[in-house]
């Protein structure tokens, strides 16, 4: 925990020392509106409220949030949104104590972190997107019968000690009378994201794989999927917004706004068809087919993945401590008042 810390808060102070320096290169516009005249758009540009969304990854599992973004939600709620992937949660929260994110989009073990290291600044939640996890395990082939036996002996591509992605995954081995130390071999030295490569390459017996890379590996012939950590692990609050206590207080109103624009978000998505989700949210994955992003959306769908509405409940607060102390990531329980507001997104649903 010292040692992940320790690296969180310097890499915080490697960003503020080139936040100056970063261009917009890093940076890509997200937002999206229909044709209009030319003048009149400008001068409602002029009007947008910038804000920096951080998010911890770029997966069709958080299909709501480009829903809002290609639909134009955000620019009719008066926001200009850029969105940045911070690949992984400690980048994430890094960006967003640094100054250099308005809000930030992971998991909420991050913001229970930096409270326990007593951060001057506190880091709320204030919506929940996912309810599910959103990643798979992968074989090297097909598996009809496979239960989580199976995986005693082997060893498994799995993810960042701490994070969301290996504690729920280690939560299913638990819970099926696996001992995640002794009875498996889980390879957690692999970057974030180079996982599908490794395996495509030889390495491990099974991998714990995130969306498109699940279906790649299955279009590949290297990998079948056999099992949905999202199913077996039952309902966690896996992702969720975040802003530090001092921009909140401060953007009341752009805070409401973004929260109106994902729970339209989130409507689109629980009343149409995988076909039509897909569609609205291909240009943010260009480097994928619309059939492939179907498949992936379809996937996510029948597994109950997205919320009705972002309210991030006690009861799913108190689980996913319950899923930290398991994984032996939590010094200390943390009230559920400290870290999580619910006003913006009970508003937002009221709408």
Known sequence: MKKRIALLLCFVLAVLTVLTGCGGDKKASASAGGDKDSGKAQEEEEELV???????????????????????????????????????????????????????????????????EEANDTVVNFAQLTQRAGNFLVARE???????????????????????????????????????????????????????????????????????????????????VVASCGVDSGYVPYTAYSAKTSYMKENPQVIQKFTNALQRGMDYVNSHTPEEIARVIQPQFTENDLETITTIVDRYQQQDTWKEDLIFEQESFELLEDILESAGELEKRVDYEALVDTSYAAKAAER
């Open 50 to 116: 910038e804000v920096t969304l951080n998010e911890v990854a770029h997966s069709i599992f958080y299909a709501p949030q480009y829903v809002a973004l290609e639909k134009g939600y955000f620019q009719e709620e008066g926001l200009e949104v850029t969105l940045v992937n911070g690949f992984g949660a400690d980048k994430t929260m890094a960006a967003l104590l640094a100054g250099e994110a308005d809000i930030g989009f992971m998991g909420a073990e991050a913001s229970i972190y930096a409270y326990q």
């Open 142 to 224: 097909e598996m009809p019968d496979f239960t989580w036996e199976n995986l005693k002996g082997t060893t498994v591509l799995g993810g960042r000690k701490g994070g969301m992605p290996e504690m729920v995954f280690e939560y299913i081995l638990k819970k099926n009378g696996i001992d995640p130390e002794k009875d498996l071999d889980i390879e957690q030295g692999i970057d974030f994201g180079s996982t599908a490569a490794a395996f495509s390459g030889g390495q491990g017996d099974f991998t714990v794989e995130f969306e498109p890379s699940a279906t790649a590996l299955e279009q590949e012939g290297v990998g079948y």
